[in-house]
């Protein structure tokens, strides 16, 4: 099980070594870097297409780059479940694309459980299998976007109308808010 929190201090280290900091809990107390655990961290780097940032340092790397970084890093603990708490906070909109097709790949090509908190419904419809919808603690909804992302489920979670219509391209919910409930 490896975690990604929603936003990481800043730190002065390069990419590599950040990376390698994923390997930690499989390393000895005396923290020895095996051939393996440079090996797993090579392969990270090349999983995010880090490979030809390795020796800079984090704060030089776009918010995109950043992200894929600390994704790296989880991905070298090498989990069967990733646990990622919004990934593309802070991104522009090419940026979360990026980091959302990533993890997406990773999930298809790695055959690895990945659950996400995301609060963009269109993109959770897009990049997810199953969307479980809470509202203070409870669950209000699970199930596939088609079963999730209704116009009530919308209104009672997050107090907005919302027009719901299948994307024809990906045949996929797609939400548009109309506007606040009027209480």
């Not at 090996?39 to 020796?55: G, R, V």
């Not at 979670?157 to 391209?169: M, N, S």
Request: with cysteine.
């Amino acid at each position: 099980l490896s975690y990604m929190a929603q936003s990481q201090e800043p730190i002065e280290i390069t990419v590599k070594e950040l990376v390698g900091y994923g390997r930690t809990p499989h390393q000895p107390y005396w923290n020895h870097v095996s051939a393996r655990d440079r090996e797993i961290t090579d392969w990270a780097l090349k999983a995010t297409a880090l490979t030809p940032y390795e020796d800079r340092f984090l704060h030089t790397l776009s918010g995109g780059e950043r992200q894929r970084a600390w994704i790296a890093m989880a991905l070298a603990q090498q989990p069967g479940v990733l646990l990622l708490d919004e990934p593309t906070t802070y991104l522009d909109i090419a940026h979360q694309l990026e980091v959302l097709e990533l993890v997406r790949g990773l999930n298809q090509q790695l055959k690895m459980t990945v659950i996400m908190v995301l609060h963009d419904m269109n993109q959770a419809s897009i990049y997810s299998d199953f969307i479980l919808a809470m509202k203070s603690g409870k669950v209000e909804g699970y199930g596939s976007p088609s079963e999730v992302l209704t116009p009530d489920l919308l209104g009672r979670v997050f107090g907005v109308e919302a027009f719901v219509e299948t994307d024809p391209v990906r045949d996929k919910p797609i939400c548009r808010i109309t506007g606040l409930i009027k209480k």
